[in-house]
């Protein structure tokens, strides 16, 4: 009975001690602030501006002219000839047509630019907090979004990743 207690007593020590082995093992990032600070994020910013700055002025016009014209449409329709009518209600529907058309696609481009630039993005972010993350010591990283209660601020490794960031963004 004396042995079977020693080894209970053991093993309770052991399982007790495990969980904080483990827990110490965790470190958390703020993943919003890294990304928003990220230099990749900016430089994503600024070509994105670059990029569609100009054809999102142009779809605004459209959509500008486009309202004009149906409201001078539906302003003027009981004056109108049936036959202007329909000159008016087509030229209306080929102009909502075409800024339809243009404005799929406008979001499909930025859909498809902001995915492949926050890929990249994600990428770097991984990259540099495995590295920091194995540098400290640390098994697991988890965004602090997702921890409840952290009673270690030590574990938190996020200005460590922002300062990794800035110097591979600097050389």
Not at 138 to 149: A, G, M, P, Q, S
């Amino acid at each position: 009975m004396k042995k079977f207690l020693v080894i209970l007593s053991i093993f309770l020590g052991l399982s007790l001690r495990l969980p904080a082995q483990a827990a110490s093992n965790i470190a958390v990032i703020d993943i919003q602030t890294i990304v928003q600070n990220s230099p990749e994020k900016k430089e994503a910013d600024k070509n994105f501006e670059s990029k569609f700055k100009e054809r999102e002025t142009k779809l605004k016009i459209e959509k500008v002219d486009l309202e004009d014209k149906i409201k001078n449409f539906e302003k003027n329709f009981s004056t109108i000839k049936q036959m202007e009518r329909k000159k008016f209600q087509k030229e209306i529907d080929n102009k909502r047509d075409i800024f339809i058309k243009n404005m799929k696609a406008f979001q499909n481009d930025t859909y498809k630019f902001q995915a492949e630039e926050s890929a990249k993005i994600f990428r770097n972010i991984k990259s540099i907090v495995k590295s920091v993350a194995y540098k400290k010591g640390y098994e697991t990283v988890i965004d602090f979004n997702t921890v409840i209660y952290n009673k270690n601020d030590k574990s938190d490794i996020t200005n460590d990743v922002l300062r990794e960031m800035l110097k591979k963004a600097t050389k």
